[in-house]
C-alpha cells in the first residue's frame, strides 16, 4: 500500500503562491494516478487535480485551472501541487491521494481513490 505524507501547507496572503508537496512509499508509485483534493470546513472534499503515471496527462477543476499546476517526479515518488493567485475561497485542508486502479486515465470521485495522506491546511488571507 502506498503511503503519503503531504507538506507545504501554510498562511499567505491573497494573489500568493504556495507549492504543497507529496511524498509516497511504495515502488509503485510511478504507476498510479494520482490527485489532490481539498477541504473546506462544512463542505465536501473536492476535486483540486490529477496527474496521471506518465505525466503525459493532467486534469484541473474549473476553479483552480489557470493558476495550479500538477506535477510528479517519479524518481523521487513525489508529486506537487504549485498553487499561485491564490484566492480566500482556495483555504481549505488540502489532501494528496494515490488511485490504485488508473495508471493512465483519473476519477473526480474521491470515493475510488485507494489511499491518502493526512492533509495540510492552506490559509489565504484577503
Known amino acids: 500500500q502506498v503511503q503519503l505524507i503531504e507538506s507545504g501547507g501554510g498562511l499567505v496572503q491573497a494573489g500568493g503562491s504556495l507549492r504543497l508537496s507529496c511524498a509516497a512509499s511504495g515502488r509503485t508509485f510511478s504507476s498510479k494516478t494520482m490527485a489532490w483534493f481539498r477541504q473546506a470546513p462544512g463542505k465536501e472534499r473536492e476535486f483540486v487535480s490529477a496527474?496521471?503515471?506518465?505525466?503525459?496527462?493532467?486534469y484541473y477543476a474549473d476553479s483552480v485551472k489557470g493558476r495550479f499546476t500538477i506535477s510528479r517526479d517519479n524518481a523521487k515518488n513525489t508529486v506537487y501541487l504549485q498553487m499561485n493567485s491564490l484566492k480566500p475561497e482556495d483555504t481549505a485542508v488540502y489532501y494528496c491521494?494515490?488511485?490504485?486502479?488508473?495508471?493512465?486515465?483519473?476519477?473526480?470521485?474521491?470515493?475510488?481513490?485507494?489511499?491518502w495522506g493526512q492533509g495540510t491546511q492552506v490559509t489565504v488571507s484577503s
Open positions: 496527474v496521471n503515471s506518465n505525466t503525459a496527462l493532467t
Open positions: 491521494a494515490a488511485d490504485y486502479s488508473r495508471t493512465y486515465t483519473y476519477t473526480r470521485n474521491a470515493e475510488e481513490y485507494d489511499s
